[in-house]
Nanobody
Framework: QVQLVESGGGLVQPGGSLRLSCAAS????????MGWYRQAPGKQRELVAT???????NYADSVKGRFTISRDNAKNTVYLQMNSLKPEDTAVYYC???????????????WGQGTQVTVSS
């Protein structure tokens, strides 16, 4: 069993900052990639940022220069530092990871439960 648990969402004023965290736990053999997606009301889920274990980061154009993704591989944790937040960043943010569980033979997609980020004055 693999779980992703997110934390760090909340209400922030425009121009403010938040830091999201997501820890993967359970029977993990290998993690290929970890990242963040978001879904605003009435919209489809969209990629925010991803960070492969081997490879470079990938950001949505809308967050480049404002958001920074990072990982602590020893803790199986991914972070999203969000600065200069805008009202249009309001969404539920979901952690995603591509993981091979112990005793498995291929990678599978895992998702966190989501954390609400609201940017409003």
């Amino acid at each position: 069993q693999v779980q992703l648990v997110e934390s760090g969402g909340g209400l922030v004023q425009p121009g403010g900052s938040l830091r999201l965290s997501c820890a993967a736990s359970g029977s993990i053999f290998s993690i290929a990639s970890m990242g963040w997606y978001r879904q605003a009301p009435g919209k489809q889920r969209e990629l925010v940022a991803t960070l492969p274990t081997l490879g470079s980061t990938n950001y949505a154009d809308s967050v480049k220069g404002r958001f920074t993704i990072s990982r602590d591989n020893a803790k199986n944790t991914v972070y999203l530092q969000m600065n200069s937040l805008k009202p249009e960043d309001t969404a539920v943010y979901y952690c995603n990871a591509l993981i091979i569980p112990i005793m498995a033979s291929r990678y599978s997609d895992y998702w966190g439960q989501g954390t609400q980020v609201t940017v409003s004055s």
